[in-house]
């Protein structure tokens, strides 16, 4: 096992470049998912307090 | 009508597009993950070592798919920005305006892992060479077109502008493409090509293709997520946006 994550010497090149890639793909898949669901609940918030007025 | 052209042609309505997005997303989604899980494991486990690199070889694994989304997510936008200058289709500049970020993101994964790959095979993390400095073109060409459509207040305006830009940048495309026959550069060409038998064993191939497949789908996965949030930014006050904010107040409707 030790041996798969040393990646014959290569290891911190080859995990480094797919952990940076999964970096900035998970941040691409989250914001909008994200933005989407405060975007709702900020004018579900707006409409409630529209009728409590 | 023909069924499938409706069906087509429904994609250009945001009421129908924001509820079929939906539907369609945890199922995009399973496939996407099942295929990424699926390349990663035979990228990174199975398949044999390289004679001359080794395991580094391995970043090809995330290096071209990442590359080759960077230019066909733009191609794409070519296409869009046709849609929207010549048919005025509103959805088609939603579409042009969502991909610009996650074609950054893809060129700046193939920049990234390009880098490290480069450090142990060629002994520089960069070299101002033809391939390099034109992949760096087409993420500042990508910036550029979102930061141009955010800088603009009109968004109609906008969407002109921002069409014009895609299809002004496009011929960076095939001069990353050929950069390497064109020019003499560090960067090794093509493994890839339609019209040879590929230069790469059986089983370093298949992982890649599914990489690959993997990566197409993640770009159509991004486009949905942002397409979802836009479309209901755009019109706020569309009876449908509306209709979605209201059974969490009267509670009658899941």
Redesign the interface.
């Given at each position: 096992m030790s041996e798969?994550w040393a990646?014959?010497?290569?290891?911190s090149?080859?995990w480094?470049?797919?952990g940076?890639?999964a970096l900035?793909?998970i941040y691409?898949?989250w914001l909008?998912?994200y933005?989407?669901v405060k975007?709702?609940q900020q004018?579900?918030n707006q409409?409630?307090e529209e009728?409590a007025l | 009508m023909n069924p499938i052209l409706k069906w087509c042609y429904q994609l250009a309505v945001p009421h129908i597009l924001y509820p079929r997005i939906q539907a369609w997303l945890p199922w995009v989604a399973l496939v996407t993950f099942s295929l990424l899980a699926l390349g990663l494991y035979l990228g990174l486990a199975v398949a044999p070592a390289d004679y001359q690199q080794g395991e580094a070889f391995r970043i090809i694994y995330v290096h071209v798919p990442a590359a080759w989304l960077s230019m066909a997510v733009y191609v794409a936008m070519a296409l869009m920005a046709l849609s929207v200058l010549v048919w005025r289709i509103q959805v088609a500049e939603l579409a042009l305006v969502a991909s610009a970020p996650i074609g950054a993101a893809f060129t700046l994964i193939a920049l990234i892992t390009g880098a490290i790959w480069g450090k142990p095979m060629w002994g520089a993390w960069w070299v101002w060479d033809a391939r390099l400095t034109s992949e760096l073109i087409l993420l500042f060409i990508y910036i550029g077109i979102f930061v141009l459509y955010d800088a603009i207040e009109d968004k109609r305006q906008a969407g002109k502008a921002v069409s014009l830009m895609t299809l002004v940048g496009l011929v960076n495309i095939p001069i990353i493409h050929y950069s390497v026959t064109w020019w003499n550069t560090l960067h090794q060409p093509p493994s890839l090509s339609k019209f040879d038998t590929p230069s790469i064993h059986i089983d370093m191939l298949i992982p890649l293709l599914i990489m690959l497949l993997a990566f197409k789908l993640l770009y159509l996965l991004m486009l949905m997520l942002r397409m979802r949030l836009s479309l209901i930014e755009r019109q706020p006050q569309a009876a449908w946006v509306k209709a979605l904010i209201k059974p969490a107040t009267t509670g009658d409707k899941p």
């Open positions: 798969f990646m014959g010497g290569y290891g090149y080859v480094s470049a797919f940076l890639s900035i793909l691409n898949l909008p998912i933005r989407h975007l709702l004018w579900r409409q409630q009728q | -």
